[in-house]
């Protein structure tokens, strides 16, 4: 399966104004409970950690749990403060890493 991040950012937005940022990261999850045809336990392979930063400062943080979905969606608010870059980064437990990054001008 192919691991896919998927991100919705306005993509204009007046200073100030309160936007919403959306998630979501198409994840083969694993909780560690099952057993594999040979009777052993597959490894726990989950999200961790979400993080969303705006012009390489962190603006958002999950840590996530056992309870998560296999692929978690996550929406949050931030607030318009100028034009730039937000970077959308998963960590699961096997080690990898996905990103996403999208823009959002702020125009008058």
């Given at each position: 399966?192919t691991v896919?991040p998927?991100?919705?950012?306005?993509?204009?937005?007046?200073p100030?104004?309160?936007?919403?940022?959306?998630a979501?990261?198409?994840?083969?999850?694993?909780?560690?409970?099952?057993?594999?045809?040979?009777?052993?336990?597959?490894?726990?392979n989950?999200?961790?950690?979400?993080i969303?930063?705006?012009?390489?400062?962190?603006?958002?943080?999950a840590?996530l749990?056992?309870?998560?979905?296999?692929?978690?969606?996550?929406?949050?608010f931030?607030t318009?403060s100028?034009?730039?870059?937000f970077r959308?980064?998963?960590?699961?437990?096997?080690?990898?890493?996905?990103?996403?990054?999208?823009?959002?001008?702020?125009?008058?």
């Amino acid at each position: 399966m192919t691991v896919t991040p998927k991100v919705k950012v306005p993509a204009r937005a007046k200073p100030g104004e309160v936007v919403m940022l959306r998630a979501m990261l198409k994840h083969p999850m694993e909780t560690g409970w099952r057993e594999n045809t040979a009777g052993e336990k597959v490894p726990r392979n989950r999200i961790h950690t979400f993080i969303c930063e705006f012009q390489d400062q962190e603006i958002f943080r999950a840590d996530l749990h056992s309870g998560v979905s296999a692929d978690p969606y996550l929406a949050f608010f931030t607030t318009a403060s100028a034009t730039g870059k937000f970077r959308f980064t998963w960590f699961e437990d096997g080690g990898n890493v996905y990103t996403k990054t999208a823009t959002m001008e702020v125009i008058q």
